[in-house]
C-alpha cells in the first residue's frame, strides 16, 4: 500500500509515519538503518529500486529526497510505502519544490529514527565534499559514485582531497572482484612480483584505484593502459616465475593464466548498482583500505602532473 501526501509538511509526515507504524505493528522501527537516497526526478526510480533490493540484506528504512522544480513555490510531495510494499522497510519519497531543494538536511531531520544508523547514497552526481553536506553531516557512512560525473577521475581525485572517515565510493567497491581473485593467486607461490599493469577504459577511475592498491600492497610499479572497455578488461603481475593474467573482454567472464597451470574461467561480471551498495551497507565503520589507496592514487596522479 502507497500513501500519497501532495503538498504536504514535515510534521504531516511524521503523523502520517506513526500511524502506518501502528497499523503494521511498528516494524519500521526494528530497522538495521536509514538509507537516505539523493537523487533527482530522472534517477529516483532506479536508485530507489537499487536502494530496495539492498535492502532486502541489510533491512533498512528509505528516504528518498528527490529535488524538482528549483523554481518553483517551496512544498513537499510525500509517498509513504509500507513495509512489504518496498523492500522489508518502510519507504519515503519526497519531492522538494523551490528553496526546499537547497536544504535537504533540514527537511529530513525531523523523520529521522533515533538512534539508528544514517547512511547518505548519491546515485548521481554527489558532493565534492560530502562530511561538508547539509545530509552528508547527518550519515555515518556517505556514499558517492564517481562514475556517473562528467570527468569521473576528475571528480574522484576532487573527493579524496576532501576525504573524512566514513566516505566511500562505489567505484571502489566495484573493484572487490578484481582485488580479491588477484589476491588469491598470491595463495599459491608464484614468484616475487616485479611488476604489474591493468588496462582498462579511458575515464574510467576504478581502474586507477586498481592501479594505485596493487602499487601499495606490492610496492612495485604498475602500469596502466587503455583499451576499449568495458570497464577493466586485464591485470597483469610479472613475477620471477611467469606472468599472471586475469583477462576479462566482455564485462561477464574472465580467463585467470598463471605459469605452469591450465587456464581458468572464472565469473567476473561487472557489478549492478544494488550489488556495490548492498556490500557497502555491511560495515558502518571507515574502510581503511580504501582510505589508503584512494590518498595514494591520488598521490600517484599528482606526481605525474607535475611540470617538467
Not at 522538494?96 to 544514517?118: F, K
Request: net charge negative; charged share 25%; hydrophobic share 40%.
Amino acid at each position: 500500500m502507497t500513501l500519497y501526501l501532495p503538498r504536504t509538511t514535515t510534521s504531516q509526515i511524521s503523523e502520517a509515519l506513526t500511524a502506518e507504524r501502528h497499523s503494521v505493528g511498528g516494524g519500521a522501527l526494528n530497522m538495521v538503518l536509514t538509507l537516505i537516497v539523493v537523487t533527482d526526478e530522472a534517477d529516483h526510480y532506479d536508485a530507489v529500486r537499487a536502494a530496495t533490493e539492498a535492502g532486502r540484506e541489510h533491512p533498512s528504512r528509505i528516504l528518498a529526497l528527490i529535488r524538482r522544480d528549483p523554481e518553483a513555490e517551496p512544498a513537499i510531495d510525500a509517498e509513504i510505502r509500507r513495509p512489504g510494499t518496498a523492500g522489508p522497510g518502510e519507504a519515503l519519497l519526497l519531492r522538494l519544490y523551490g528553496p526546499l531543494g537547497d536544504h535537504p538536511g533540514s527537511v529530513v531531520t525531523p523523520l529521522l529514527v533515533p538512534d539508528a544508523p544514517v547512511v547518505a547514497w548519491w546515485p548521481g552526481v554527489g558532493p565534492a565534499n560530502p562530511s561538508a553536506d547539509p545530509v552528508g553531516r547527518l550519515a555515518h557512512r556517505r556514499i558517492t559514485d564517481a562514475l556517473r560525473a562528467a570527468d569521473p577521475v576528475a571528480d574522484l581525485l576532487n573527493r579524496i582531497r576532501n576525504y573524512q572517515p566514513g566516505d566511500t565510493d562505489l567505484t571502489w567497491t566495484r573493484l572487490t572482484p578484481w582485488r580479491s581473485l588477484l589476491a588469491s593467486t598470491m595463495d599459491q607461490p608464484c614468484g616475487w612480483v616485479t611488476q604489474a599493469e591493468v588496462t582498462a577504459e579511458t575515464q574510467y577511475p576504478s581502474a586507477d584505484l586498481l592501479v594505485a592498491w596493487l602499487a601499495d600492497q606490492l610496492e612495485v610499479r604498475v602500469e596502466r593502459t587503455t583499451s576499449n572497455g568495458p570497464g577493466i578488461t586485464g591485470a597483469r603481475l610479472i613475477t620471477e616465475n611467469g606472468d599472471i593474467n586475469l583477462q576479462r573482454y566482455d564485462g561477464r567472464v574472465a580467463t585467470l593464466t598463471r605459469p605452469n597451470q591450465p587456464d581458468q574461467t572464472v565469473a567476473l561480471a561487472r557489478r549492478r548498482p544494488a550489488e556495490a551498495l548492498a556490500e557497502e551497507l555491511r560495515r558502518l565503520d571507515a574502510d581503511e583500505v580504501y582510505e589508503r589507496t584512494a590518498k595514494f592514487m591520488a598521490a600517484m596522479l599528482d606526481r605525474t602532473e607535475e611540470p617538467v
